[in-house]
């Protein structure tokens, strides 16, 4: 049943079926569109083009109305409670993306709340996009003489989790803020948020880098109890240059202050509506399932040979649930070697350092990241030539 359905919805990728001979295995750096999105970006721009919340003639009315409409199907598609109320306290802002939308967490919420002596934790060992700008908040309040701890959110290589017992080493009464990360970028493990509100109480702020979580698998803010989520459009199929800050609390211009916080991204917005409905009438839980089974296809491919070694959680449960991104190195062929290999027999993979922060041994490496239009057979075939490699 699970094959038939994704032949389906396959066939509304027309990249990827006008390409056959190609594998596109490269959806953590960014998604494949579906005719829908492509249509609605069509539709709007055609038929309905203006600015939002200026003008009053149809057009712009019509531009609000989906701008105002997109909030409301973002906190949906997150689990918001308050999805679908008139007076949701929640917020949703739009931006250009994952970076750009932590950098407005940072510098336009949080760096005005910090005052001297305070301690945030950050993800030291996830992305460059959820460190950067909380180092930059330290730094514009350290000019102004405010004195910022910036701790680092224990992570344990071996399961490839944040490290919940040394959380109390690192919690204390001057936390005011965590970031932390939904689904790891290099080995696609979703990340025990719970545990960190566990550690620090129901007060704390947490800020949730959903760039690789949204649009693969269920994500609930309920659930995670979180305050921020962020994520790219670009990711979950919908248009680059096109993102969403959900917040639990802050309606209004929070962000960028200036008329309407500027001009959005409105065809971004149209297609981020269309991905987003998209995605929850395939069912995130299906698509989870689908591409978590083509990722475990591929470590237990390259389980066989010795000269590949997966990186991070090596044990523990996130072995098991692969969010259909796995990252590996060959023992003598450098990744960037690979990659050319890789690339010249027609499957698309990401081969660098894959924007990973903190403490990385500079090393290349290759991530395989996989969507719902990818099939077992484009698993099998890429193992194939793995396999004359090894
Ligand atoms: N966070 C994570 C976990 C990511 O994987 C990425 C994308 N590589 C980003 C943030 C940055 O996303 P964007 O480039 O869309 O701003």
Known sequence: ALESWQRELREQFPIITGNPDLAYLDSAA????????????HTYLTTTNANAARGSYPWANRTTDLVER??????????????GRRDARSGVWFCGGTTDGLRAVARDWLAGRLTDGDEILVPAADHRANLE?????????????????????????????????????????????????????????????QRIREAVGPDVPICLDA???VGHLPLSVARLDVDFVVFSGHKALALPGVGAVWSRNTRGPAFRPGGWQGTPNTAGIASLE?????????????????????????????????????????????????????????RDIPSDDLGFILDSRGFMVRADTLCQAGATDGQGSVRVSVHVYNTAEEIDRLLTVLGELA
């Open 274 to 330: 269309a991905a987003l409905r998209w995605l929850d009438a395939a069912g995130t839980d299906r698509i989870d399932r689908w591409t978590t089974a083509l990722a475990a296809r591929l470590t237990e491919g390259l389980r066989h040979w010795p000269a590949y070694r997966v990186l991070g959680c090596r044990s523990g449960p996130a072995v098991e649930r692969r969010h259909g991104i796995v990252t590996f190195r060959h």
């Open 70 to 83: 997109t909030r409301d199907v973002v906190r949906h598609f997150l689990g918001d409670p308050q999805a």
């Open 133 to 193: 700008p909380w180092l930059e908040v330290r730094r514009i309040l350290a000019a102004r003489g405010v004195r910022v701890t910036v701790r680092e959110l224990p992570y344990q290589e071996s399961s490839g989790d944040y490290d919940h017992r040394a959380f109390p080493g690192v919690v204390g009464p001057r936390t005011r803020f965590v970031a932390a990360t939904h689904v790891h970028h290099v080995h696609g493990g979703d990340m025990n948020v």
């Open 211 to 213: 760039a690789q979580g």
């Open 30 to 41: 960014t998604a494949q569109k579906p005719r829908a999105v492509l249509d609605a970006v």
